[in-house]
């Protein structure tokens, strides 16, 4: 290990906006005389790629990277709290556990895709990493090559996810709200049980309309819990 080597860190998520599944935030820590070889490899805002060239880099991002990973954040969580405050929360959590695991490295920077209310999470990030750029920006996917790793990191595992999910569950398509298929899925179960099974986020407006008995107002939700803790956990964490 050399201190010589410095460290950037790409995060961003995917699956804030479906109706079905977890949202997944991805962390790529990778030597920035890397980011080069990933440009050169393809690497780009996940959205710009298809799921089978998503699916070819994803060996190559975790093989370059110094850490990687994948922290997923349930249906249930996602109606309890605020969104925001649930990124906010996991990624200080995250670069917190992992501190101890970069000590040997001069980590240079830390980009985030652009999250609402991050002004006072930054004081809590300087006093993880003091000594660190730490950047929220618009669009990071598409200016940083690690935040565009991130994506892909974070969209691999939360298709991979949803796929694996429909052997169980049926054939809901993608998951989000505009996607016929998801509509559906939702009328067919609607008609037949009275609550619906836990991939569902229950506060998603689209259930007012098609399955009104299964929505439940988040405000109400928020207010019930309290102090009462809903966590996930670093599902993959990979090493090199």
Do not use: C
């Not at 649930?86 to 040997?104: E, G, M």
């Not at 985030?112 to 004081?123: A, N, P, Q, T, W």
Request: charged letters at 30%; aromatic letters at 8%; glycine letters at 6%.
């Amino acid at each position: 290990m050399d201190k010589n080597i410095s460290l950037v860190i790409g995060i961003d998520e995917a699956g804030r906006g479906p109706l079905i599944g977890d949202m997944v935030i991805g962390f790529v820590i990778i030597d920035e005389n890397n980011l080069e070889k990933l440009k050169n490899l393809g690497v780009r805002d996940s959205k710009l790629l298809t799921p089978e060239e998503r699916s070819n880099l994803i060996k190559d991002i975790i093989k370059l990277s110094k850490l990687s990973i994948v922290s997923y954040v349930s249906p249930l969580q996602i109606d309890h709290e605020n969104l925001n405050k649930i990124l906010l929360d996991r990624i200080y959590d995250v670069l917190l556990s992992i501190k101890s695991l970069l000590n040997n490295w001069t980590v240079k920077r830390i980009t985030i895709d652009m999250i609402r209310g991050y002004e006072k999470y930054i004081v809590r990030l300087r006093d993880i990493f003091p000594n660190t750029k730490i950047l929220f920006k618009e669009k990071a996917e598409r200016s940083f090559i690690e935040v565009a790793a991130a994506s892909i990191l974070a969209k691999y595992y939360r298709d991979t996810n949803i796929h694996g999910l429909k052997p169980l569950f049926g054939d809901y398509g993608s998951g989000y709200p505009t996607d016929n298929k998801v509509r559906q899925w939702i009328k067919r179960l609607y008609s037949r049980t009275k609550e619906p099974p836990p991939i569902v986020r229950r506060t998603w407006g689209m259930l007012k309309e098609i399955a009104p008995e299964w929505y439940v107002e988040k405000k109400a939700l928020i207010s019930k819990k309290k102090k009462r803790v809903i966590k996930s956990i670093l599902d993959f964490i990979g090493k090199k």
